[in-house]
């Protein structure tokens, strides 16, 4: 089964950027899967941030596209995300998750990690 | 971009009872839609995928239906661990992958 981990700081200032890990375990990346970012607001919803494939290949939400990069790194079995200039509309609880349906595209997410809040705030 | 919307915004349900959630897409996602079960505190679990395919170990009383623009997510007989948030999320658009703004599941 496989199991997601979140990693990084929770607390940081308005301009700054946002870096998380997704430790990967029970489950070689460069076996295949698509990887997943989703965050979701206080309260609010869910929002999907962008997806990697193992190979490297990357696909990002339209909206954030602009700011954000994913990447992997399956020497250590663990996935990136990075977003830029960060303000108080990036607080949210940010999750990484694994698509493991086999199928060529990205579908639903079939394991999430618990998730990790990342405020900002000056 | 596609827009999913769910309604109601709050089921009210007693324990027993049948729970049936709507979804809509602006604009059709064939199949290719998903939903979750999200409880306080905690990340989504993934119930259905390909609109009607159960994932593993889900129960049998949750069931969905639908294709194209409508969407349902049906509880047959609520439980107490059921009462939480659901949410759909399409995958037609890949590249652009839409949530619905959830509907609470509440005790009636």
């Known amino acids: 089964q496989v199991q997601l981990q979140e990693s990084g700081p929770g607390l940081l200032k308005p301009s700054e950027t946002l870096s998380l890990t997704c430790a990967v375990s029970?489950?070689?990346?460069?076996?295949?899967?698509?990887w997943g970012w989703i965050r979701q607001p206080p309260g609010k919803g869910l929002e999907w941030i962008g997806s990697?494939?193992?190979?490297?290949?990357?696909y990002y939400n339209p909206s954030l596209k602009s700011r954000v990069s994913i990447s992997v790194d399956t020497s250590k079995n663990q996935f990136s995300l990075k977003v830029n200039s960060v303000t108080a509309a990036d607080t949210a609880v940010y999750y990484c998750?694994?698509?493991?349906?086999?199928?060529?595209?990205?579908?639903?997410?079939?394991?999430w990690g618990q998730g990790t809040l990342v405020t900002v705030s000056s | 971009e596609i827009v999913m919307t769910q309604s109601p915004a709050t089921l009210s349900v007693s324990p027993g009872e049948r729970a049936t959630l709507s979804c809509r897409a602006s604009?059709?996602?064939?199949?290719?839609l998903a939903w979750y079960q999200q409880k306080p505190g905690q990340a989504p679990r993934l119930l259905i995928y390909?609109?009607?395919t159960r994932a593993t170990g889900i129960p049998a009383r949750f069931s969905g239906s639908g294709s194209g623009t409508e969407f349902t997510l049906t509880i047959s007989s609520l439980q107490s661990e059921d009462f939480a948030v659901y949410y759909c999320q399409q995958y037609d658009n890949w590249l652009a992958l839409t949530f619905g703004g959830g509907t609470k599941v509440e005790i009636k």
């Open positions: 998750a694994s698509d493991g349906s086999g199928n060529y595209y990205i579908s639903s997410f079939d394991y």
């Open positions: 029970g489950h070689s990346m460069s076996s295949g899967y698509y």
């Open positions: 390909g609109a009607s």
């Open positions: 604009q059709s996602v064939s199949s290719n």
């Open positions: 990697i494939y193992h190979s490297g290949s990357t």
